[in-house]
């Protein structure tokens, strides 16, 4: 992997601080015990100062002189007692070199090292307050919020790392199509996706997987994982993605448990990936995230009223919000370091109030080098149908005879994650199949084994 482009982030950062003086100063995160235990917590480094820094153990802080654009790197010293537990660290000129700064120190020199940089002002994250202390600090929102934007736009760097992570995590999906059998547990699933993208290099899980067999897949997090795959009438939703040098992806596949959709899985399916192609052929610069969630609204209904599910005229069925009821999450969110990744609201943006909307995760133009989840989904959950039926402008448009003889499928989703190009957009999930012939091919292969 390239050297790290943590002086770029940081120029990248101080740029959206509309800065030219000053000295930016972060801590990344520390390791965690278990209470009353020795056992420490697996450690996950703080977003912001990954992105700052390219480190991803614990016990670092880094600075970044904004006037001269030099970069520091603090490391925590490790003694010959530690060292018999922890290993041996590099030195401070091969950390200064792996990550890409200028000087390298150790941690209990930070006081000392920037204060001879003589800044008029420290920028930190609010969770560093205290430990900058001993310095006169901007108000800390500022760091956050300029960290937060330039995180939103992916350097070449992050792509081909987010690429890859794709490309490992699509392979982990065609392999358990190929692999699942009638009779297999979601539990089962789950190791089996979690073990190939750790023997190929990802780091952890991106998020909490989600193995949904039949209608568990109505549950959008559902990660019991626990159920037994034993009806071949059923679908199975997998909302899995690894972590590859600290970027996540976010992939989810729907198919059937046994050799082939049912009639009536098949169609909810057709409506979902119809909703996808053409979001996905929609993205592309200078347009409305939110037009977009709007898109896959239409696309939908359209697709509902073939059905007979949806019924009236089409313009009052997206008025009344009649859609959200069967997709009540938004289209996609932005992703980069975290899964859902931050950005996606700018500071005055509000929420909209509104069915389906409200779970909307980004609200702002796409422009070239943002990242995008796009993962419309229909889902039949008993909870908001009852709200639906209860809500005359809304159940006016449902025929709830026909919602219920589609009950059994639960729900349905298909994610890729594509980054907005000057033109278009890149696919990075390409890789990952999601045409019906090509699923129902699989697990029809994989149900004769």
């Not at 899980?205 to 039949?214: D, F, H, K, L, T």
Request: hydrophobic share 40%; proline share 4%; net charge negative.
């Amino acid at each position: 992997m390239p050297v790290y482009p943590a002086k770029q982030h940081f120029a990248a950062t101080a740029g959206h601080l509309g800065a030219d003086s000053g000295v930016i100063l972060v801590h990344g995160g520390v390791t965690l015990i278990h209470p009353d235990s020795d056992t420490e917590y697996e450690f996950h480094q703080n977003s912001n100062f990954y992105y700052l820094s390219g480190v991803a153990e614990p016990g670092f802080a880094a600075a970044y002189d904004i006037s001269t654009r030099t970069a520091i790197l603090f490391v925590p010293h490790v003694s010959a007692d530690e060292a018999v537990w922890v290993g041996v660290p590099p030195s401070l000129n091969e950390y200064r070199a792996t990550h890409g700064f200028d000087a390298a120190h150790y941690t209990k020199d930070i006081e000392a090292v920037v204060g001879a940089l003589n800044p008029s002002v420290v920028y930190t994250l609010p969770e560093n307050a205290s430990a900058c202390s001993a310095f006169s600090l901007a108000p800390v929102e500022k760091l956050r919020l300029a960290v937060h934007e330039a995180r939103v736009y992916k350097d070449d760097c992050e792509i081909e790392i987010m690429r890859r992570a794709n490309r490992i995590s699509s392979a982990a999906h065609v392999t358990l199509m190929q692999e699942a059998r009638v009779g297999m547990t979601e539990t089962e699933l789950r190791g089996r996706f979690v073990g190939q993208v750790l023997a190929q290099g990802c780091s952890y899980e991106a998020y909490g997987s989600i193995v949904a067999g039949g209608r568990n897949a109505a549950v959008l997090h559902y990660t019991k994982n626990n159920m037994k795959l034993d009806n071949a009438n059923d679908v199975v939703l997998v909302d899995a993605g690894g972590t590859y040098g600290n970027y996540a992806s976010d992939i989810t596949r729907t198919w059937p448990v046994g050799p082939r959709f049912t009639d009536n899985a098949r169609e909810i399916y057709a409506i979902v990936l119809d909703m996808q192609k053409t979001v996905i052929d929609a993205c592309a610069p200078r347009k409305q995230w939110e037009d977009m969630h709007a898109l896959a609204q239409r696309v939908a209904a359209e697709g509902l009223l073939r059905l007979g599910m949806l019924t009236g005229d089409l313009e009052s069925i997206l008025a009344n919000d009649v859609v959200g009821y069967f997709m009540p999450h938004g289209i996609g969110h932005l992703i980069g370091i975290d899964t859902h990744d931050v950005g996606g609201y700018p500071p005055g943006t509000e929420r909209i109030n509104r069915p389906g909307l409200r779970y909307l995760r980004a609200r702002r133009e796409m422009l070239p080098r943002m990242v995008f989840t796009v993962e419309p989904g229909l889902y039949f959950v008993d909870a908001i149908l009852a709200e639906a039926k209860a809500t005359p402008a809304v159940a006016q448009h449902i025929n709830f005879d026909v919602v219920k003889s589609y009950h059994s499928v639960g729900g349905v989703r298909i994610e890729d994650n594509i980054v907005i190009t000057e033109s278009g957009n890149d696919n990075l999930t390409s890789e990952c199949l999601k045409e019906i012939i090509d699923i129902e091919r699989m697990r029809s292969d994989a149900n004769c084994d």
